[in-house]
């Protein structure tokens, strides 16, 4: 398998962080650390509520090897067989279709919970970018716990259904949420000339 994803376009990801640092870098963020937090929790929480939901598909569509058996009969047993790529083949149809639409339904929870953070443009697309990464290393991490995949970073993973099938090694898309991580706290500690930028100044008579 390549080490760059399929499509060539889902490699232009990963320009992303930089462009957002490049483009808002003359002024702070005017989000405060407590929201960050708070979607932080949340992101953490949905990304390993979306591992559950991929564990509970491949055991209803027979691609869990050990289900029936404790988690630890689940680790050992699915850690070798836990092809995410090859799966997606195997998937009924009808389960591809909801898949897509569960896929869609996250962005939409994604998009809405930074559209209610952002005060401006910069601060939605910020809050995104944070949620959304947050959320997918939780999401690798959740699978990572529970069923010991991936078990290596050049493990092949699908990452999104739509509009074609996203195919790459899982170290592309952990790559792209940690910058995105670093681009959002670098603009957020970022501080301007006195007054710019800064949630909590005041502007004096």
Known sequence: MKALAQPWWVNLLAFIPFLAWAAWRGKRLTITGRQLIVLAVFAGAFGFMEASVVIYLRAATGLLPGYHGTLSDVRGASAESYKQAEAISEFPESLLNIEVLREAATMAMLTSVALLV??????????????FAVWDLAYYAGLWAT???PSSLKDVDV??????PWISQVWFPILVSIL?????????????????GSPTSREKP
């Open 118 to 131: 952002g005060i401006g443009v910069r601060e939605w697309a910020a809050t995104f970018l944070w949620t």
């Open 147 to 149: 069923v010991r995949w």
């Open 159 to 164: 990452l999104f259904l739509i509009p074609v």
């Open 180 to 196: 995105s991580l670093v681009a959002v706290l670098a603009l957020w500690k970022r501080r301007g000339p006195r007054g710019v």
